[in-house]
């Protein structure tokens, strides 16, 4: 029974469906990069790097060196999730992407209502996912990207796919004009290295092949943000906010810190986690996530921690690397 509960919230995103929209597909919705689940996924604005892809694809443009990376998701009752991406800039054409993403719930036992403790049999439920992507620069302030995407879900005997595309905007904003702007004020002051807004919508698409006979809607969700860089390479603050079809207005809170130059430490709330309630002594620190990054030469680990209450807690780790 417990494997069925972590099973439907991981797939689910810590998602509360509302019965209106009855949404499919979801794992479109789990985020699998330690870094995004290490600051709360608030990266809808701190998409510099792989780990902010997922929440805005308009993050490849920014990124200029060949790069891979592998992920890895161990959840309780031997459910688990991995990555695969590749990043490829082409110069002045852009930044292109290649990635693979998958969900295995391991042997499930099959109930039914006369038989709630088990027939004999099990089941497993398995989710692939393919995606191409492109970034571009328009100019010193403006970023965009998009990522096309195919997802094939099958459990049991039963199996669907659909198609989708996630769209992404980034605007550097200049900070010492919105401040004049503002107050007023003039003459030169230090106000940080960087202020950014993201803003992206992800999983615009539609089911190409239904379970049984009616097609599931996709999880549309639209997410905005803004990332503060008040010292260059040392600090981010990241807020961010996500809005759903089928589930109301979530808030995100991540930062990041380098202590020195290979340690980074993170730290983030998840307004989606606090749906994830079991009735257990640790239900108060779901949605707080922390984690760490450590940068040696062209590898990068990055590690991260989030309860999920009585559900278990979960340990995500990446691995990437500059080609």
Known sequence: MKKTLLLLAVSSAFAALAP????????LRLP??????AMGEALTAASDDQAGLPYNPAGLSLIKTRQGSAGYTSYASDIQAGTLTYVQPWDQWGTCSAGISYLNSGSITETTLDMPTGT???FSYNTLALSLGYGRIINSQLFTGAVLKGVYDKVQEYSAAAVAVDLGVLYEIDMEQAARFLSKSQGHHNYGTSLTAGFSVLNLGTAAKAFVNEKEKLPLTFRGGLAYR????????????SKAIDAGVKGQLGLEFYVKEPLALRLGYNGAFRDIKTDSDTDDFTGWTGGLGINIKKYRLDVAYAPMGGLGNPLRADISIEF
Do not use: E, Y
């Open 230 to 241: 008040p010292v260059m390479n040392r600090l981010t603050v990241a807020l961010a906010a």
């Open 32 to 37: 699998l990069k330690a870094k995004a689940v």
């Open 20 to 27: 209106a929209q009855d949404c499919g597909f979801s794992f």
């Open 120 to 122: 004999g049999n099990t």
